[in-house]
């Protein structure tokens, strides 16, 4: 009778395909958050560009400063609100 790691199935009965596209995944998922975060980024960079040098360097965000700056302008819209 051949054992379950060698019939491709785990103990629990599931293939082992599903653990192995776990990295695929993943792969896949940090992606799509690093697309979304270099949309984001576009979309600070051109808000806090100076329309006095438009040619200078835009700055070097980090992925935290990133989403830091969109919390804190909600934050200020929230109190202009109040």
Known sequence: MPSPKSSGLNYTGVLD???ASKPLIEKRRRA???HSLGELKEIVVSSERNPQSPNSRPPKLEKADVLKFPSLLM???GKQEN
């Open 17 to 19: 395909g599903r653990k």
């Open 32 to 34: 799509r958050i690093n």
């Open 75 to 77: 934050k200020k819209t």
